[in-house]
Each structure stands twice: as structure tokens, then as C-alpha cells.
């Protein structure tokens, strides 16, 4: 039998977005020890019920891109807005707000210090990822369906359940690092 499996490993827009918002929301209750990226001392309007609509929008958006990976760009610039009335209360100044989290985020990003430092940190473990997987996939005789979508997002996702699902999975760059044994006994699950 030949190895068949296809793997892309992605650092995602939106999850990531989602990741910073996350980090922010999370930082308004922190002290100095606890906080995470990007610290901004600013005491932003988000809704009362934030965790619940940012679990679901997690699950909404990860859906979207476990279906189609191309989404995420679309998602992140064409329906940016969606993060904002489903995270912050809705007045002129949390817009406002907004758009300035949205600008730090985007130009943090698009920076060697954003996707491409995340992208290449987890690149020797992607490829041992690659390795382990395709050695236990030949070893079951088992023969992918489809390739396999990693996205990788900078931080820990806290506020949302990161469970693989078949053919796709988000890893954070603290799990490749330092949950290895356990990513890949997870992946091996999600393909059949």
C-alpha cells in the first residue's frame, strides 16, 4: 500500500481573530500574571452574553472552514461585521472599538511577527505530524478519503471546545509544541 495522505496546515484569519478577541474579553478580568496577547488596557463594551455567542460563533465559523478552508479569507474581510454583533454590545463607540481591534489585528497579522512566525512555528512538528500519521494510516491500511486540514491558531482557544472532526482540526502552536504524543493520537481519529 502507498502513502496517500494529504495534509494542509494552515494558521486560519478568522479563528485566529477570534483567538485575539478572545484575549482581549479575557484580559478585562486578568491580573498582571495572567494575561495573554494582545494586552490593550482599554475596557472594551462586549455583550453580557459573550462567552456563549463566542462558543458559537467558533462552532460556526470552524464549520465553514472544515467544509471549505477557502472560506476563511471571505469569512474574515466580507463578513468581518459578523464578529462584531455576535461579540460587542452594539453602540457607536464598541464600532468604533471594533474597527481598531480589527486594524491592530490585520496589520499584526499581515507582519513576519503574525501568520508567517505562526505558520513556520509549528513547521518541524508539521512534518513529524505528517510522518507518524502516515506511517499509522499504512500500518491500519487505512486509505484517507480527503485531505487532512489542520488550522493552526497562535494562542489557546479557552472560551471553545477545539475536538477534532473528520478530516479537520485546530491545533494551537503550544499544543504542537508541547502536546505532541496527544495531537496525533487525536488526529488519527478524525481520519477514516
Given at each position: 500500500?502507498?502513502?496517500?495522505?494529504?495534509?494542509?496546515?494552515e494558521a486560519s484569519y478568522s479563528l485566529n481573530f477570534l483567538v485575539y478577541i478572545q484575549n482581549i474579553f479575557l484580559n478585562q478580568g486578568q491580573t498582571r500574571d495572567d494575561l495573554k496577547f494582545p494586552y490593550i488596557p482599554i475596557k472594551y463594551g462586549f455583550r453580557e452574553d459573550f462567552e456563549m455567542q463566542y462558543r458559537e460563533l467558533w462552532g460556526e465559523i470552524s464549520k465553514r472552514i472544515s467544509e471549505q478552508r477557502l472560506d476563511d479569507a471571505h469569512i474574515f474581510i466580507e463578513d468581518k461585521y459578523v464578529f462584531y454583533h455576535r461579540l460587542f454590545v452594539e453602540q457607536d463607540d464598541t464600532l468604533h472599538a471594533f474597527n481598531e481591534i480589527y486594524k491592530?489585528?490585520?496589520?499584526?497579522?499581515a507582519s513576519f511577527a503574525g501568520r508567517f512566525s505562526v505558520e513556520r512555528s509549528v513547521d518541524e512538528k508539521g512534518q513529524k505530524i505528517y510522518a507518524e500519521l502516515?506511517?499509522?494510516?499504512?500500518?491500519k491500511k487505512v486509505k484517507p478519503q480527503k485531505e487532512l486540514n489542520i488550522s493552526i491558531i497562535y494562542d489557546e482557544c479557552l472560551l471553545a471546545d477545539l475536538k477534532p472532526t473528520p478530516y479537520f482540526a485546530i491545533l494551537s502552536v503550544n499544543d504542537c509544541i508541547l502536546n505532541?504524543?496527544?495531537?496525533?493520537q487525536k488526529l488519527e481519529l478524525s481520519i477514516y
Open positions: 500500500m502507498k502513502n496517500t495522505l494529504l495534509m494542509v496546515t491592530s489585528f490585520e496589520v499584526w497579522w502516515s506511517s499509522f494510516l499504512l500500518e505532541y504524543k496527544e495531537i496525533i
